[in-house]
């Protein structure tokens, strides 16, 4: 077979003492082993050494987790169901940390071949010719996973390969094997490739990777080719398109070694641990918000309103969460504004005198939640009987989220000082542009705020912001448990009052 050159991709540098020929690469003890082999010994190792053989992976520790390690020490090619959002692509990209940090490779190979173990003709040749004075490159891990999207429009020439016109017109033979362009599965030789959404790929497509899965070997067109290909396969696939709108073909789920089903997280703490880690925060947001917003999306995924087929993405918490914090600092700038219309003589909008001589931290409340309920309702299937509903579905579901969070973690408390700011007439007003330090004055010192602070984990020393997230959330927990009222202001101030 002719010689078909490297794409053009920046790899990571090698390091300098790593050996530059074949004769080098062999003095060192250096053996060849398949990738499968590969992954298998360096999953042992750091089995035994304790190390963390999948970072960043959250919730599957005791279960998809363990499927996984033994569908990788049986050298399985493996299929992962799942509705959206369970993290079955993170997973997949996670296996390729599981390679050797650098392997050998013949430079100039576009099949990434191992100068033990040529497959082309042309770089069995070359080492033949060149023996143990071939030069070597080395290839880092991390051009060693591919990756395709399943699209309707994605051909077997995107996967596998096909005839190269522009080769063709330079003048070579059409049976000329360097007129080949290799696909992206040839092209990941000794890698990870991983085929997203497998069910959308047409049937006729799905049928290309039979022989992958397999034999091990390719076919483009007419060419007689005989490619020992040395890869593991994954894919994803959501298990509504698996069974309905498109399917993986039975001769494919055939030659899958392991279907490993994934999940959402088991239980709260999960949800949390996974919003915490992803959720990129442009502001604080307290323990207790947090907690709301993992419940929230819990109640939501099990409503009877939502179609539990399409699944409610952990995207949608992580989503929620990012929405609130941009929603305590959207408030932090205007109250910045307010206070400098002040301090210039203006006229400085409701809230923000109290800003005017200390700046207002972005710290979210919980009446900054209100706001993902329009801004995320369309990351949510509902069933059909529920159309035009969702907003009013999604602010009950919410509610009962931060009464349950309420319950949970103030229960036992005696709260009877917050009761006693709206006796005989007392109101207290919070909203979305009241000030923190608006907020306190109307409260003032109330018996049992240090055990309501403590219990929601913002310390000994709270700032300003953070005990005005307390009794915000204080408030709104009584009102939900019907010992306060509520009332909402033409101009969305929140007031809270006795329940007469």
């Known amino acids: 077979m002719g010689r078909v050159t490297a794409p053009n991709q920046v790899s990571p540098v090698p390091p300098a003492d790593l050996p530059s020929t074949l004769g080098e690469l062999r003095a060192t003890g250096h053996q060849y082993r398949t990738v499968k082999q590969e992954l298998r010994d360096n999953l042992l190792a750091r089995m035994g050494s304790g190390e963390d053989r999948f970072p960043g992976i959250v919730g599957y ?6 499927e996984v390690e033994r569908a990788l020490l049986a050298g399985h090619d493996m299929v992962l169901l799942g509705e959206r959002g369970q993290g079955k692509t993170r997973l997949i990209r996670s296996l390729g940390g599981l390679l050797d940090e650098w392997t050998p490779v013949i430079p100039g190979s576009v099949l990434n071949e191992h100068p033990m173990h ?7 040749a070359l080492v033949d010719s060149a023996g143990d004075d071939l030069p070597i490159g080395w290839l880092h891990r991390s051009m060693r996973y591919g990756e395709k999207l399943a699209t309707p429009d994605t051909s077997v020439g995107d996967l596998i390969g096909d005839v190269d016109p522009i080769r063709l017109a330079q003048g070579r033979t059409l049976g000329d094997p360097e007129t080949i362009h290799f696909g992206l599965v040839p092209r990941t030789n000794r890698g990870v490739f991983a085929v997203n959404e497998l069910p959308d790929l047409a049937e006729r497509i799905q049928v290309a990777l039979l022989n992958v899965l397999e034999e091990r070997d390719i076919q483009v067109r007419g060419y007689q080719l005989r490619l020992p290909l040395d890869l593991l396969l994954v894919a994803s696939a959501n298990p509504e398109d698996y069974t309905n709108r498109g399917r993986i073909i039975t001769p494919l789920k055939d030659r899958f070694g392991a279907e490993i089903r994934t999940h959402y997280p088991l239980d709260l703490e999960l949800e949390l641990a996974l919003i915490r880690q992803e959720a990129d925060l442009v502001a604080v947001v307290p323990e207790h918000v947090l907690e709301v917003l ?18 409610v993405s952990a995207r949608f918490a992580i989503a929620a969460a990012e929405t609130v914090a941009a929603a305590a600092l959207r408030r932090s700038g205007l109250l910045a504004g307010s ?7 203006g006229v400085a909008s409701a809230g923000g005198a109290g800003s005017a001589s200390r700046p207002e931290a972005p710290v979210a409340r919980i009446g900054d939640t209100v706001s993902v309920t329009s801004t995320l309702r369309g990351k949510v299937e509902f069933e059909s009987g529920e159309e035009g509903r969702e907003i009013e579905v999604l602010a009950h579901l919410l509610r009962t989220a931060t009464a349950e969070t309420f319950r949970a973690r103030l229960a036992g408390l005696d709260l009877s000082g917050f009761t006693a700011l709206v006796a005989e007439g007392g109101a207290v007003e919070t909203g979305e542009l009241v000030a923190s ?18 219990r929601l984990g913002l310390g000994d020393a709270p700032s300003p912001e953070e005990a005005a997230a307390g009794i915000e959330f204080v408030l709104e927990g009584l009102h939900l448990t019907r010992r306060l009222g509520k009332d909402v ?4 101030r929140t007031v809270y009052g006795d329940r007469n």
């Open 437 to 454: 330090s608006e907020l306190l004055s109307q409260v003032g010192t109330v018996p049992g705020l240090a055990k309501v602070l403590d």
């Open 294 to 311: 993992a419940r929230f999306a819990r109640d939501v995924r099990e409503s009877p309103s939502v179609d539990p087929r399409s699944g």
């Open 489 to 492: 202001t033409d101009s969305g």
């Open 118 to 124: 040529p497959i082309t003709p042309a770089s069995r």
């Open 339 to 345: 206070a400098g219309a002040v301090a210039s003589g």
């Open 61 to 66: 520790e005791d279960t998809v987790l363990p």
